[in-house]
């Protein structure tokens, strides 16, 4: 059983961060991904395709303009979370997956807010023993007030 | 590809398969794919951390492979079809091939990005598909499993 200071988080709302979809970052996501589609690469092809700018592949929301304590990559949230849940004794991290819907197209340019809410917490018992599922629910709005995703990540502990 | 012909709904029918993408999983992809997305986790770099996590040696992100099965999709769709919905679940582990040299990895496995039409529909005013997608490791294990939901462009209009 999860102590209730840990299920108690369920339906927490962490701060909501400010990310900067940059056409450099965007290049070096595809880059790095091996994908030559040139929406992501060629501002003409973008423009021709009906898009204002370079398109961003879905799933990726550009980088933090002020990087927390955990760094560049997990909400303050995820990270208040994970401590206690391994404090519950869950110390090793493996990724679960992840829910996806996309609204709108993110763009270059673009300046999305992103706000994660703990969805749910909740342990099962798998091949190695007890895992812990921890859902994290972030909602991306861009500059113009438009929701452009919702994602529910699940990262598993153990 | 937005170069590849652009496909209509029409030309989709329930069963058939996605144009399937290959992927090779290297130690440099991984220390890129760490750069360009900012996860930093030593499970992904340091061997003895790996082992300490109960993963034996460096594993491929799950991200990664997630980041592959949107490829696979937004290949087929093409600049003219959208992803609504995408999710995925991370079956197994995944190791990536060492380096020969600079640039090219040692022999080793390829990943297959795959995926079948399950339903054919119109919702909201879009033409949408909805697809089983999966990666395959080079022993034809499923490795990552998922489903989306797609639109593509209409002759009828």
């Known amino acids: 059983m999860l102590p209730k200071e840990v299920t108690r988080l369920i339906g927490k709302v962490g701060e909501t961060m400010v990310l900067e979809v940059e056409k450099g970052a965007i290049r070096r996501y595809v880059d790095a991904l091996g994908d030559p589609n040139p929406l992501h690469w060629d501002e003409g092809a973008a423009k021709r395709a009906g898009f204002r700018t370079i398109v961003a592949p879905p799933g990726f929301f550009g980088w933090p303009a002020k990087w927390g304590a955990a760094g560049p990559f997990f909400p303050p949230l995820r990270e208040e979370v994970t401590a206690l849940i391994a404090d519950a004794g869950y110390t090793r991290g493996l990724y679960g997956g992840v829910e996806y819907d996309f609204f709108h197209p993110v763009l270059a340019g673009d300046v999305l807010s992103a706000t994660p809410k703990v969805k749910d917490i909740y342990e099962r018992e798998g091949k190695t023993g007890k895992m812990v599922f921890l859902v994290i629910e972030t909602t991306y709005t861009n500059q113009n007030g438009q929701m452009v995703a919702r994602a529910r990540e699940t990262a598993i502990r153990r | ?157």
């Open chain 2, 1 to 157: 590809m937005a170069t590849r012909k652009q496909l209509h709904w029409e030309d989709i029918e329930v069963g058939g398969e996605l144009t399937e993408l290959p992927k090779v999983a290297t130690t440099q992809m991984l220390v890129k794919w760490a750069g360009a997305c900012g996860d930093f986790n030593p499970l992904h770099f340091d061997e003895a951390f790996a082992a300490s996590q109960g993963v034996g040696k460096p594993i491929v992100h799950g991200p990664l492979k997630r980041a592959w099965l949107v490829q696979l999709l937004t290949d087929w769709i093409g600049e003219k079809g959208a992803l609504r919905k995408f999710s995925c679940q991370m079956r197994a582990m995944d190791y990536p091939r060492p380096m020969k040299d600079l640039a090219s990895p040692q022999e080793g496995e390829t990943w297959w990005c795959k995926g079948t039409v399950t339903k054919k529909y119109v919702e909201a005013g879009e033409h949408r598909l909805d697809c089983e997608i999966w990666v395959e490791n080079g022993k034809g294990q499923v490795t990552t499993r998922g489903q989306a939901t797609v639109t593509l462009p209409s002759q009828a209009r």
